[in-house]
């Protein structure tokens, strides 16, 4: 797939919504509302009126301000501005968060590719282990 981050590639707009996964190549923003996972190639903006219940996978992440519910896993970057509100684990090389952000979830940043994913792994490992204890 090829990727350019220059021209947003995709748009909610404000009003909008969108229920189902959502599977995009290349830069998107949404200022909207999504029910369903979001997935591209390149970076993502989440507006400030924007709401998202599931997981978001890009290059890199901008919240300004807006409701996930869901994880992030961005390897370039996540940015959170003063009035985001993430609901779930977030996984990147380099975050920056603004006063007043509310996380509610497991956080790993580290700069270290191998660190990151050994990091990540044993996350992975630790939420599988605790699903099967809830099984039994």
């Known amino acids: ?3 350019d981050d220059i021209s947003l590639n995709s748009l909610i707009g404000l009003g909008s919504s969108i229920t189902g ?25 989440i507006g ?13 992440v901008s ?11 961005a390897p370039d970057s996540v940015k959170l501005t003063s009035t985001t509100v993430v609901l779930g684990d977030i996984q990147t090389h380099y975050l920056q968060s603004d006063d007043k952000v509310i996380i509610h979830g497991h956080c790993i940043s ?3 590719e191998a ?3 050994k990091a990540v792994s044993d996350w992975e490992n630790t939420v599988s282990f605790a699903k099967k204890s809830f099984m039994v």
């Open 1 to 3: 797939m090829l990727n």
């Open 21 to 45: 996964d959502f599977k995009v190549n290349g830069f998107v923003r949404i200022d909207g509302d999504l029910i369903g996972n979001l997935e591209t190639t390149g970076n993502v903006i």
């Open 48 to 60: 400030e009126n924007a709401r998202i219940e599931g997981n978001i996978i890009a290059r890199s």
């Open 63 to 73: 919240v300004i301000g807006g409701i996930i519910k869901g994880n992030i896993i």
């Open 110 to 112: 580290l700069v270290s």
């Open 115 to 117: 660190e990151f994913q």
